[in-house]
């Protein structure tokens, strides 16, 4: 008796803590979603290609429900629906077969008349990245430069229509799609020495205001076991000057070769980088350490200047994760970070929270492979995990008023006839992860009974096969 006493005693202490933290947060403009997390659907490609990307549209409102994935020379729209179903849109084939995607990304065209077009961009292992039009269903434009594979694409987070991508010839570009040029090419003497893994732009610089330095400033993680933060400083006007270039009209864009990082660093991580993103002027990362390092860096002043210092501010565990291209994402507003590992579980950590254990779990009886990739929408409500296998999973959150055991009003009304082995095998082996304002320190993991069989859906596009779990 006394053991449950203390114990709710505690319970209760964490919870005050807890509402005075939100509160602190809440006034600070940062909040966080409450309620847990349950498996909505999964997608099934090709078993034989591994999900190595999926990228939900941030950059343009209209399409915020488009997710993205690669697989093999495959590359593939999925529509989320209010109901928890991915809709497969559109599949789009490489020409040649022995294309593998590896990383995928939405764009937009800054071209008048074109701002409404849904683009999605796809790069791998031949080296091409390749701009398809999802609104015309087509290819918008190939950019060429690349002399290995693209690891990793991204596009800036203000003006879209500029990429940056990583590749396996030790090198890191910044293209105009609009203008089908390379804008500037990041390698050399100081640059990486192995494939160029992750790359993430600095968020809250625009290269177009006049009043501020028009800087591009981004972060890149390498097999080489570096960190390396890169700048455009020192280029004034080259971005602008790449809007509305025409190299047919006989003269070379001056591309410029950036040689030069303003912060480099081994000691971060003991082995391959290959994901880092920027949270804030802080950066965070990730090697096969089972943990996602998050670190300030010191940049030197100057444009030739390289700087290497760095303070450590905290560490993330990240356990069973020592392979390889597995891949942490952030929401766009920076407040919940999401991860997989090889066993096919999903963490989700509050980034402002003080403790650094996830505050969710989220596991599957059937997810089992390596999650290669995560993804989460502007409200941190939808989570994707793109896994080994040819496997797309997603969860969603559920208002915490709805109860611990599932929402009885969503219940099946067939589960009461169905066979009572299929409900005591799931009620062992199935399980989803909470995300609970109560206890943040504690990674929750609830068994539920499963209201009904399986449902599933099958599109006849390019074999896409949409599974409901209930």
Not at 54 to 74: E, F, I, M, Q, W
Not at 217 to 234: H, P
Not at 267 to 291: A, P, Q, T
């Amino acid at each position: 008796m006394g053991h449950t006493h203390a114990s709710a005693m505690y319970s209760r202490r964490k919870l005050k803590h807890w509402r005075r933290r939100k509160t602190e947060l809440e006034k600070m403009g940062i909040g966080y979603n409450e309620g847990r997390y349950k498996l909505s659907s999964v997608a099934r490609q090709d078993p034989a290609d591994h999900v190595y990307c999926c990228a939900l549209n941030s950059v343009s409102p209209n399409h915020a429900d488009k997710l993205a994935t690669t697989a093999g020379p495959r590359a593939y729209v999925y529509r989320l629906t209010s109901d928890g179903n991915m809709v497969l849109m559109q599949c789009y084939v490489d020409e040649d077969l022995e294309e593998d995607y590896f990383a995928c990304c939405w764009c937009a065209s800054a071209i008048p008349g074109n701002e409404g077009a849904m683009l999605a961009v796809a790069g791998g292992y031949k080296g091409v990245v390749r701009v398809i039009d999802c609104t015309k269903e087509g290819v918008y434009v190939n950019l060429r430069g690349h002399g290995g594979g693209v690891n990793d694409v991204k596009a800036h987070p203000t003006s879209p229509h500029l990429l940056l991508t990583a590749s396996k010839d030790e090198s890191c570009r910044l293209w105009n799609m609009d203008s089908k040029v390379c804008i500037a090419v990041f390698a050399g003497a100081l640059g990486h020495r192995n494939e160029v893994l992750s790359v993430d732009f600095k968020a809250g610089l625009d290269p177009y205001d006049a009043k501020e330095p028009a800087d591009v400033v981004f972060v890149s993680g390498a097999m080489d076991n570096q960190i390396k933060v890169w700048s455009t400083d020192g280029y004034d006007g080259l971005i602008k000057q790449s809007d509305g270039w025409r190299e047919d009209a006989g003269k070379k864009f001056p591309t410029a070769h950036v040689q030069t990082p303003s912060f480099s660093s081994h000691k971060v991580h003991g082995n391959y980088v290959d994901c880092v993103r920027w949270f804030g002027n802080l950066i965070l990362s990730k090697s096969v350490e089972h943990l996602i390092t998050l670190f300030q860096p010191e940049e030197a002043a100057g444009i030739r200047v390289n700087g290497s210092e760095f303070r450590k501010v905290q560490d993330y565990p990240l356990k069973k994760c020592d392979i390889w291209f597995m891949r942490f994402s952030l929401d766009p507003n920076m407040t919940h970070m999401c991860a997989g590992n090889t066993a096919g579980e999903v963490f989700v950590w509050r980034m402002h929270a003080r403790n650094t254990a996830a505050s969710a779990t989220l596991v599957h009886k059937q997810c089992k492979k390596a999650v290669r990739q995560t993804a989460m929408s502007a409200d941190g409500k939808t989570v994707i995990a793109a896994c080994d296998g040819g496997s797309v999973w997603r969860w969603d959150l559920i208002d915490n008023g709805l109860g611990k055991r599932g929402r009885s009003e969503d219940r099946d009304p067939r589960s009461e006839d169905r066979d009572p082995r299929s409900e005591d095998r799931s009620d062992t082996e199935d399980s989803e992860g909470g995300d609970e304002s109560g206890d943040e320190t504690e990674k929750k993991v609830e068994r539920r009974r499963r209201s009904g069989r399986d449902k599933s859906q099958d599109t006849s596009n390019a074999g896409g096969t949409i599974e409901i779990l209930d």
